[in-house]
């Protein structure tokens, strides 16, 4: 592994910051609609430095239901027009006017039945699908978001991926547009001095377009016929220099140094750029998992997502998303960037992350954000999120730090490297198992003793101890380095495969390994989400048993893929 290790520190001495910085000005000269001509020019470019590398480049395009936003217009009564935005797959909107519902830091699902009933809701925070199903649900018939101190660009569809007939039903109905924080206290002044009506127009042009992607393998000489998934978006709002410019950029400075140690590789390299992520909810991405499913759940071992890296004060490191059982690996990897402890966080229900129901572990999206309170924070997540740029017109080059972009590319290096070159694969399995075992135990808390999950809490228990053996054997293996047994290695890595497979239908998905859950909240075995709803029903209520129906079947199809991952280690 020493030789491994030199030719890792090699590479991570040869990114260059002023190449990063040159590609990222070149991909970001125009905006990139999603299926728009100025982003085909944009993928024309990425594929001929890719060809330049020697890897195997294959540009094609796919239908996916896209929608770029277009003017909007808020007049206010006796206030006048105010400045706003519409959004991605809003409903579109000509004099859609009604009373304005000023919810006032409540969140839209907090409505009582019908108490928005033909009304406009102004709502605190960035527009997003739950913030728009909350306030339908509450009668509403447009949204005014209060966004922060900036109009950030948005989607406020539910549905991942371009439609199928049975997900027209779940698109939103009512138009939304966003104001900042200063025009949002005009107008809350303003209706403090009473009842006002509004009126919305907005355009949208939502249709099937011709979506490109652009697919690059770098083969393994002599690998196992597996490969990792590297991947990123193209499209952008606006001009988009660090979403997703950037990104783009450190994916060609990989497989620019990569390419090079074509020879070290044990597995294959995938580069995958996106189209319709901005503004299709990653409608590229999830066609591809559909057309690709079967290849993609025998052979990928790993997807990693590269999505804003490189922004101007971006320092906090702690809490890019993994699967648990990269955890490690992603410690190891950002570690030596920083003085701060890696905390790491599941996979979200974002980013392109289309591969997690048929069992692909996720590493990364961002790896550097702005620190929680910092003078760049956007505000509109819990933590730092990315910076007060993003979204808007702003995100320019000068958004960009040089010496953060390198950075960042070195986490990408050293991640790509170890997964790509080191004999066994560097996944911890029990790390997965104990993670679905501490899961259920808290659902079953949650439940206050009104579920029954004794079987696959047993299950998951047979399942770490038989992980902790297999992970005692990966460690042997690797202690041997490359003068291990090559059968021994190729039995091990198949396991930690099947494992990954076997979970992953249910640790961080419901719809299973073929389905996209919705672009929507949720955490680990979010089948069981409904326990916590369950533990905090009075006793005697109605609605207990509805939810013992549902929340039974999903415990046996955790215990299926737990006995089926138990069988994959035998």
Not at 170 to 194: F, N, Q, W, Y
């Amino acid at each position: 592994m020493r030789r491994l290790n030199r030719i890792e520190d090699e590479l991570c001495r040869q990114i260059d910051a002023e190449g990063l910085m040159a590609f990222t000005a070149e991909v970001s000269r125009e905006v990139r609609l999603s299926g728009s001509e100025e982003e085909e020019r944009a993928f024309l470019a990425i594929a001929a430095r890719l060809a330049t590398f020697g890897l195997d480049v294959r540009l094609s395009h796919r239908p996916g239901y896209v929608s770029w936003p277009g003017p909007a217009r808020l007049d206010i009564q006796g206030l006048g027009e105010l400045p706003c935005i519409t959004h991605a797959m809003a409903a579109p909107a000509r004099g859609v006017a009604g009373e304005i519902l000023d919810l006032g830091g409540r969140a839209p699902h907090e409505l009582q039945p019908g108490e928005a009933e033909g009304r406009i809701v102004l709502v605190d925070g960035v527009a997003n699908p739950q913030r728009v199903l909350g306030a339908e649900a509450g009668g509403a018939i447009a949204e005014i978001f209060i966004s922060g101190d900036h109009r950030h660009e948005m989607i406020v569809s539910p549905v991942w991926g371009s439609p199928g007939l049975q997900d027209l039903g779940r698109l939103p109905k009512t138009p939304s547009v966003s104001i900042d924080r200063a025009t949002g206290e005009i107008l809350r002044r303003h209706l403090a001095k009473g009842a006002a009506r509004a009126v919305i127009d907005a355009e949208i042009d939502t249709a099937w377009r011709q979506l490109p992607v652009l697919e690059a393998d770098l083969r393994a000489e002599d690998g196992d016929g597996t490969f990792v998934l590297f991947s990123g978006h193209v499209d952008s709002w606006h001009l988009g220099a660090m979403d997703n410019g950037s990104a783009n950029a450190v994916m060609l400075e990989m497989a620019h140094l990569l390419a090079a140690q074509k020879a070290s590789l044990r597995r294959s390299l995938r580069l995958c750029f996106w189209s319709g992520h901005s503004h299709g909810r990653y409608a590229g991405s999830a066609r591809y998992a559909d057309e690709h499913f079967f290849e993609l759940r025998e052979q990928c071992v790993a997807h990693v997502n590269v999505d804003s890296p490189g922004g101007q004060g971006a320092t906090d490191m702690r809490n890019a998303i993994v699967s648990a059982e990269l955890w490690d690996l992603a410690r190891d990897t950002i570690s030596p960037e920083t003085s701060e402890p890696y905390v790491g966080s599941p996979p979200l229900r974002a980013g392109d992350e289309s591969f997690l129901g048929m069992g692909v572990p996720a590493l990364f999206m961002e790896v550097s954000e702005q620190p929680p309170g910092g003078e760049g924070s956007s505000g509109v997540s819990a933590g730092g999120g990315l910076g007060w740029w993003w979204h808007t017109r702003e995100d320019t080059l000068d958004k960009l730090d040089p010496a953060f972009l390198a950075r960042d590319a070195r986490v990408y290096l050293r991640a790509l490297w170890r997964l790509l070159a080191e004999p066994v694969l560097p996944m911890q399995a029990q790390a997965a198992a104990a993670e679905v075992l501490r899961e259920l135990e808290a659902r079953r808390g949650a439940a206050r003793g009104r579920l029954d999950l004794d079987l696959p809490i047993h299950l998951a228990k047979r399942l770490v101890r038989r992980t902790g053996a297999l992970d005692r054997r990966a460690d042997e293996l690797r202690q041997l380095g490359e003068t291990a047994d090559p059968a021994s290695v190729r039995r091990v890595n198949r396991r930690l495969r099947r494992l990954a497979r076997a979970l992953g239908q249910v640790r961080y998905a419901r719809q299973g390994p073929s389905g996209q859950d919705p672009a929507l909240a949720q955490g680990l075995l979010p089948g069981l989400d409904l326990a916590v709803r369950l533990g905090a029903l009075a006793d005697g209520d109605a609605a207990i048993e509805h939810l013992l129906i549902d929340l039974g079947r999903e415990r046996n199809r955790i215990a299926l893929a737990l006995e089926e991952a138990i069988d994959a280690l035998r």
